[in-house]
């Protein structure tokens, strides 16, 4: 089967300097400049040809999305992986994410307020990740029940990663999924 990724959030949150870093490690040169908006990338893979990419300088083009999701697109066929693994080297943020899964650690909580660290582990873009958010009064508690009881949990925030660590920003709407 094959999955394309057409969720225009994710894609905006790709800068085109991260493409441009990533297109320099695989192999990909810089051709030419394409009018004063974009350059032409190619790579020439054996048993498969030539592949080019069109990049954009700015994500203030009108056709960012499309040469963005193109992008993805190429760059999955000449790897022969899939878009979602493509995808999954240029997340850095992503703004209001549903996040469900369960408790795996609870850091030791604050000593002058209820609050702490949770990890929660996750399904996000078809990979298991950790994520990092805190927590304070009843949230955390419900946490701290969720981890002990195994129970499964969902959440809303801002993923961004930092380091290699990926860490959900302004977490709300925590809450424990009952079975």
């Known amino acids: 089967m094959k999955i394309t990724v057409q969720d225009a959030p994710i894609i905006e949150n790709i800068e085109p300097q991260q493409l441009k870093e990533y297109l320099q490690s695989h192999g990909w040169y810089e051709d030419r400049p394409f009018l004063d908006n974009a350059t032409i990338w190619h790579k020439q893979v054996v048993g498969q040809g030539e592949f080019e990419i069109l990049l954009p300088n700015t994500k203030n083009v009108r056709d960012y999305l499309p040469r963005i999701r193109e992008a993805i697109e190429t760059l999955a066929t000449s790897e022969n992986l899939s878009q979602l693994e493509i995808l999954n080297e ?55 029940k969720a981890y002990q009881e195994r129970l499964p949990v969902v959440c809303m925030g801002d993923l961004v990663k930092e380091n290699d660590v990926f860490i959900l920003q302004n977490p709300r709407d925590f809450q424990i999924e009952y079975i």
Do not use: M, W
């Open 90 to 144: 240029f997340i850095n943020n992503y703004p209001h994410l549903k996040i469900q899964g369960f408790v795996t650690q609870i850091a030791t909580p604050h000593k002058d307020k209820l609050s702490g660290e949770i990890t929660i582990v996750c399904s996000v873009f078809e990979k298991l990740r950790k994520i990092k958010t805190e927590f304070t009064d009843y949230n955390y508690i419900l946490a701290i």
